[in-house]
């Protein structure tokens, strides 16, 4: 069975920095693609960022020089590095298998003085 969990997100102030992991289990993700979405109340889901097997990364407008995903060579980990958080960066965060149906839980990020 997949399970895809994501960690890190909190409370930070505006200006402030953040790190997001997300471990996928029960599947080789090394092979497969992986992205960041984030979700606020009442707004669509939008994906921030994502890494393919290659290791060629995209980035939203609204994130770029700001945000950067890795991943762990060989491993089934990606993370999201967020610099420079503005309070229009809350949301909940997903991490998503990319072609897949296999999402994570969720990890909420606040940024708010």
């Known amino acids: 069975q997949v399970h895809v969990v994501e960690s890190g997100g909190g409370l930070v102030q505006p200006g402030g920095s953040l790190r997001l992991s997300c471990t996928a289990s029960?599947?080789?993700?090394?092979?497969?693609?992986m992205g960041w979405y984030r979700q606020d109340p009442g707004k669509q889901r939008e994906l921030v960022a994502s890494?393919?097997?290659?290791?060629?990364?995209s980035y939203a407008d609204s994130v770029k020089g700001r945000f950067t995903i890795s991943r762990d060579s060989g491993k089934a980990t990606v993370y999201l590095q967020m610099n420079s958080l503005n309070p229009e960066d809350t949301a909940v965060y997903f991490c998503?298998?990319?072609?897949?149906?296999?999402w994570g839980q969720g990890t909420r990020v606040t940024v708010s003085s």
């Open positions: 029960g599947i080789t993700s090394s092979v497969l693609a």
């Open positions: 998503r298998l990319l072609g897949t149906k296999y």
């Open positions: 890494v393919d097997i290659g290791g060629t990364t």
